[in-house]
């Protein structure tokens, strides 16, 4: 199936392109895990790789209110089949496999740096970067 209108989505619910900044999102498919890596005496390189193959996803969001980051870490904890360790199922968009696949992942520590204070009640805060990990 070929890319059909979005990138991601957290157990079902769309994150919307007004929250990722499209210039930083970056997927990195079936990374390969090495067990070892040596040269032989013939100076060829000898891999051994796992079978499990995960997949990195990170962006930036855009400069974002209170408000709109609000509504971005709801749709995350929503999403969360484990709170604790922020555990939760992506469907996302595969570039090199012009195609979609589902997998579990993990939202490692996101950390939020304010830019201004817009009024009494609304922040604003500079772009955040997101990552999800496959476990």
């Not at 199936?1 to 079936?30: C, F, R, W």
């Not at 013939?42 to 193959?53: A, M, N, Y």
Request: charged share 20%; net charge negative; glycine share 2%.
């Amino acid at each position: 199936m070929a890319y059909s209108n979005y990138l991601l989505k957290a157990n079902g619910t769309e994150i919307t392109p007004a929250y990722i900044q499209l210039d930083t999102y970056k997927v990195t498919p079936n990374q390969r895990l090495e067990i070892s890596a040596e040269r032989d005496t013939d100076g060829v390189l000898v891999r051994s790789t796992v079978s499990h193959k995960p997949t990195k996803i990170e962006f930036k969001t855009p400069s974002l209110t209170s408000t709109q980051m609000a509504a971005l870490t709801t749709i995350l904890t929503n999403a969360f089949s484990n709170v604790q360790e922020r555990k939760l199922s992506l469907n996302y968009y595969v570039p090199d496999l012009d195609a979609y696949q589902t997998g579990n992942f993990y939202v490692p520590d996101i950390e939020f740096t304010i830019y201004r204070i817009i009024s009494s009640s609304v922040l604003q805060y500079d772009p955040t970067r997101i990552a999800f990990i496959e476990y």
